[in-house]
């Protein structure tokens, strides 16, 4: 291992490292992140017996004392795991690269890119398998390709368990892709909207139609083969929908289904984002690390609701 000595934080990949972004993720858009100052630390879990939706009685009597309400507060806890990985420029490969080539970038993107497929699958695992989500199977007789279906209906039903347990309305939708091409090529979804457009059902006109602000399109796959086979490329939302309420801006006394702790004062970092470099003689080869500290966490299980095996998959 390099002496820290030896270690060189380089502000200017890390502003490659920052500004790459790959479109079909959609982590930062469901579970926003939110700075702090240390690795781990407690978080305030506000009024989670509902005690500002009680009806309290507030007539009083000349003289009597008003009736004395009160909130309590819960915690739980963060802890900014090491994500990190790191790979090798080899001197020969340096000294051989063409002109359109940039080993330096070209390594960070990748490195950047693997961090945030990592980051992607484990949200999506989030709100397929942590307790307290709501959720409803479908039965293949009722799949979202079948023009008998009635996807509609369930959304409905999906909204209406997230306003009941959350009280808040469910603003996203999350339609991985071939769930969306099915959703809004359906009948009934085509049926709701045949006289107001003439074009393409968009993302934008399916949110107005099943009631929701925006609705997410997550494009992203992983390759599930073993290392040396053929590559196997799955998505990585697979074939579920799910809606959920996301607070427009993370803050306190919000309701909002997930975030993601970043821990943005470790030395050197940007937004959370590190890149290191240093050189390993003995392999004749610089050496680049990129790393981010992070735990995204779901804060609001209620807020979330999956409908899962809505197409075939």
Partial sequence: MPEVSQV??????????????????IADEIAPPVAVRKQSDKYFVYDPEREFLRATPDARSPGAEANEVDFSLSTDNYFCEDHALEAAIPDEERDNADPPLQ??????????????????IAIAELLSTSAGINSM??????????????????????????????????????????????????PKVVERIKYT???????????????????????????????GRNPLCVPVWGNSAWLLHVAPRPALKQVTAAITFVWAAVGG????WLVERWREDRRKADMIRVQRYYDHKLVAPAAVYRIGGVIEG
């Avoid at 060189?8 to 993720?25: E, G, K, M, P």
């Avoid at 799949?143 to 368990?161: G, K, M, N, V």
């Fill in 8 to 25: 060189h934080i380089d502000t200017a990949l890390t502003h490659v490292s920052l500004a790459y972004r790959n479109t079909d993720y």
């Fill in 103 to 120: 080993p330096d970038i070209d390594r960070t993107e990748l490195l950047t890119d693997k961090i945030a497929l990592n980051r992607e």
């Fill in 197 to 227: 457009t003439a074009g393409v059902v968009s993302a934008e006109l399916l949110a107005q139609v099943i009631d929701v602000d925006r609705v997410l399109v997550p494009r992203s796959f992983k390759n599930v083969a073993q290392r």
């Fill in 269 to 272: 970092s940007l937004q959370g």
């Fill in 137 to 186: 199977t479908i039965d293949p007789a009722q799949w979202w390709t079948l023009p008998d279906s009635d996807p509609l209906a369930h959304i409905a039903e999906a909204r209406r368990a997230v306003f009941a347990s959350a009280q808040r309305r469910p603003n996203t939708a999350i339609l991985p892709f071939a769930v969306f091409d099915a959703l809004r090529n359906h």
